[in-house]
C-alpha cells in the first residue's frame, strides 16, 4: 500500500449517497472517493519488488501462517458450508479490500459501499480499453450446469445474456429494462394482488397451526414468476421445488462436493421438470394471443435466439426464486414481531384506499411505512450478498481521501477474483454509524428513498451494466404481499430478536419462520 497527494479529482469519482439514512454527518468517520485503472508495468513492477523486499525469513512465517488460516477456513466450509460466515472472518482486515484465502482460491473483497459501486459499473467481457474484468471461461460452474440441463455442449457466454461479452449483454438490459420498467410493474398489480389474496387465504384457512413463511414465500415468488416469465397458471410447487432443488446442487459444484446417486436423480427431474415448462411455454405463446409473458415478449422481438430465451428463462427462475423469497420471508418476521407496526400499516393502508378508492394492492404500493420497512430488510438481508469478477489484466485501485487529498493504492492482479460484498457494506460504518445490526426502519425517511432502489449506497441489487432487471418486480411483489397480509390479518410469531442469518446465494434465515394468523380490523383489533 502506498499514500501520495493527489490534488487531481479523476472522472470516475464516486460519491457515496449519505443522505437517506438519518445519522449526524459529523459521525461519518471516511469520506473517499475510489477509481480503478488498468496499472501500468511500472507501478507493477514497483509494486511486486515491494512485495519481495520483505525478506525470505518473513515469507516463511507467513507462508505456515497462511497454511493454518485456510485449513481452518476449509474445515469451516466443510461444516457448514456458509460462505457469508466465512467472508466475515477477513473482511474488516482492510477497509477497502481485504485478501481471502481458501485452499485452492485467493481472492479480493471490498464492504466499503464507495469500492462496490466502483467495482461494480464496469460491464464483464469489455473489449474496450476501460475494462476490467471478464467471466472465465473455464471455471464457470454456472454454464456447464445450463449446458447439463439442455444437454447442448454448444451453449457459449453470448448465449448466456446476463454474462455476455459487452454487446450482446447491452441488447438484453434494452430489452429487459424495459420489460420489467417500474409502469409494467404497475401493469402486473392485479395479478400479483390475485395471487397474494389466494396464497394468504389458503393460509388462514391451512388445518396447521402456523404457517412455515420461508417455505411459503418460495413458493409465492416462485408462482408469480411462473405466471409472468412463462404464462402458466399452476400448480406451482412442482416449479418451486425443482428450482430450490436446482439451486443446492449449484452450491455443491461451486464447494466441489460429492453428490449421491439419489440427489443426482432428483436434479436430473428437476432439470427436466424446468425444462419441459420453457419448452412448453415457447410451443404455446404463437397460440395464445392474450399472452403477455417474458418468452412470448422474447421471442416475438426476434432479438434473441430460441437457445437464449431457454437460458435467459431459467436463469432468471434460478437467480429470482431465492431472492424475492428471502426478503419477504425476513419482512414477514420483523412484522409479526411488531404489533404496533402492523397496526400503522393496517390504517395506513386503508387510509389511502378511502381517499382514492383503489384496491389494497395498490394502496400498498403507495404505503411510506412498507417502502421503509422493504429498504430497511434489503440493508439487514440483502439479495446478493456477495458479487463476483476477474481482473483480465493488472488493476490498480486508488481511494482518495475527500478531507486531506491523499491517495492510498490497492493492486489486483490480473486473473484474481474480487468480490464486492452488498451485506458488509449494508452494515458499514460510514452509513450506519449506531446499532448496524438492529433492524429499524425508522432510519430512512420515506421522502428519500429513491424510486431507483439500485441506487441505495449498498448496492442490495448489483450495480452498473449488471443491475438485477428484474429488481422493480421483486419490489412491487413484496410491497403487494405485506399490504395484503397486513391489512387483512394480524399476525404472531414466537421467533425474538434478530434471527441468524445464513449465506450461499442469498442471505436467509437459519431456522425457518413460521408464523399464526387472525383476522384484523382497521381499527387494530382482532376477531377469530
Known amino acids: 500500500m502506498t499514500v501520495e497527494s493527489k490534488n487531481e479529482t479523476s472522472k470516475y469519482d464516486l460519491k457515496c449517497p449519505y443522505k437517506i439514512l438519518k445519522s449526524d454527518p459529523t459521525k461519518i468517520p471516511d469520506d473517499i472517493t475510489a477509481c480503478l485503472r488498468p496499472a501500468t508495468k511500472e507501478e507493477m513492477i514497483e509494486h511486486k519488488e515491494a512485495l519481495n523486499s520483505r525478506g525470505i525469513l518473513t515469507k516463511l512465517g507467513d507462508g505456515t501462517q497462511d497454511l493454518a488460516e485456510r485449513a481452518n477456513n476449509t474445515a469451516r ?32 473483497t471490498s464492504r466499503h459501499p464507495v469500492v462496490i459501486k466502483e467495482i461494480l459499473k464496469y460491464y464483464h467481457n469489455d473489449n474496450s480499453e476501460k475494462s476490467c474484468f471478464h467471466i472465465r471461461e473455464g471455471d464457470s460452474k454456472t454454464i456447464e450446469f445450463i449446458q447439463e440441463i439442455f444437454r447442448d455442449d454448444d451453449i457459449t457466454y453470448d448465449d448466456f445474456l446476463l454474462l455476455a461479452s459487452k454487446g450482446p449483454t447491452k441488447a438484453l438490459r434494452k430489452f429487459l429494462l424495459q420489460y420489467f420498467s417500474s409502469v409494467q410493474a404497475k401493469r402486473v398489480i392485479p395479478s400479483i394482488s390475485a395471487l397474494a389474496n389466494s396464497t394468504i387465504q389458503k393460509w388462514y384457512e391451512s388445518s396447521e397451526p402456523s404457517i412455515n413463511v420461508t417455505k411459503e414465500s418460495k413458493i409465492f415468488a416462485t408462482s408469480e414468476m411462473s405466471k409472468l416469465f412463462l404464462g402458466h397458471t399452476g400448480p406451482y410447487e412442482e416449479i418451486c421445488q425443482a428450482v430450490d432443488s436446482i439451486l443446492v ?9 460429492s453428490i449421491s446417486k439419489e440427489f443426482k436423480q432428483q436434479i436430473e427431474t428437476a432439470a427436466e421438470v424446468l425444462k419441459s415448462s420453457v419448452d412448453v411455454a415457447m410451443n404455446t405463446t404463437s397460440v395464445n394471443p392474450d399472452d403477455s409473458s417474458l418468452v412470448k415478449a422474447m421471442i416475438s422481438g426476434k432479438e434473441f435466439t430460441e437457445r437464449q430465451v431457454k437460458i435467459m428463462t431459467l436463469t432468471l427462475f434460478v437467480g429470482g426464486q431465492e431472492n424475492t423469497a428471502s426478503a419477504l420471508n425476513y419482512t414477514i418476521l420483523k412484522c409479526a414481531q411488531n404489533k404496533e407496526l402492523q397496526q400503522q400499516i393496517r390504517k395506513e393502508i386503508q387510509s389511502i384506499i378511502d381517499k382514492q378508492s383503489c384496491t389494497v394492492g395498490e394502496a400498498a404500493t403507495q404505503s411510506p411505512t412498507i417502502k421503509q420497512i422493504i429498504v430497511e430488510g434489503l440493508r439487514m438481508v440483502t439479495p446478493a450478498y456477495s458479487l463476483g469478477r476477474y481482473a483480465n489484466k493488472d488493476l490498480v485501485l486508488e481511494i482518495t481521501h475527500s478531507d486531506t487529498s491523499d491517495v492510498e493504492t490497492r493492486y489486483i492482479e490480473s486473473g484474481t477474483r474480487v468480490n464486492p460484498c452488498p451485506t458488509f457494506a449494508a452494515r458499514h460504518e460510514t452509513l450506519v454509524p449506531d446499532n448496524p445490526n438492529t433492524f429499524n426502519h425508522e432510519r430512512f425517511s420515506p421522502e428519500d ?51 441468524n442469518q445464513v449465506g450461499r446465494f442469498a442471505c436467509t434465515t437459519v431456522k425457518d419462520v413460521n408464523i399464526s394468523l387472525k383476522k384484523a380490523t382497521v381499527g387494530g383489533g382482532d376477531d377469530d
Open 249 to 257: 446442487y449449484m452450491i455443491k459444484m461451486v464447494l466441489n462436493q
Open 449 to 499: 428513498i429513491p424510486k431507483f432502489l439500485p441506487n441505495l449506497p449498498w448496492s442490495p441489487f448489483g450495480g452498473g451494466p449488471h443491475t438485477c432487471p428484474a429488481w422493480s418486480l421483486a419490489y412491487h411483489e413484496e410491497m403487494i404481499f405485506l399490504g395484503t397480509l397486513l391489512h387483512g390479518y394480524d399476525i404472531g410469531t414466537n421467533t425474538l430478536g434478530e434471527p
Open 77 to 108: 466450509i466443510v461444516l457448514n458450508l456458509d460462505f457469508r460466515a466465512n467472508l466475515e472472518r477477513t473482511i474488516y482486515d482492510d477497509p477497502y479490500l481485504s485478501l481471502h484465502k481458501i485452499i485452492g482460491r485467493e481472492f479480493y
